[in-house]
């Protein structure tokens, strides 16, 4: 649900991390220096990682912590934030 209430702020941030694709793929095939290349990737991997976190804190307040959620809906929404965190931290 969070998802669709936050869809256009969402959907831009989105659309900026693949503007921010394109500009490095532009830099390599323009032949940019080596440093310009990774701070580029560097503000991907920001921006992505920002994006990863607004997502998991409306799942958390929406699947797991809101008030009147039963037990094994909370369980499971709580079990499938795990996953996603566990495959963020690799």
């Given at each position: ?12 941030r ?7 694709i ?19 990737v ?6 992505v990682?920002?994006l ?16 009147g ?22």
């Amino acid at each position: 649900m969070h998802t669709k209430t936050n869809k256009k702020p969402l959907l831009a941030r989105v659309r900026r991390i693949a503007g921010q694709i394109a500009a490095i793929e532009k830099a390599l095939e323009d032949e940019a220096e080596c440093a310009v290349v990774l701070h580029q990737v560097a503000g991907v991997r920001g921006a992505v990682l920002g994006l990863m976190d607004e997502l998991i804190e409306g799942h958390l307040h929406e699947h797991v912590a809101r008030p009147g959620i039963d037990d094994s809906t909370r369980s499971a929404a709580a079990d499938e934030l795990m996953d996603v965190i566990r495959r963020y931290g690799k």
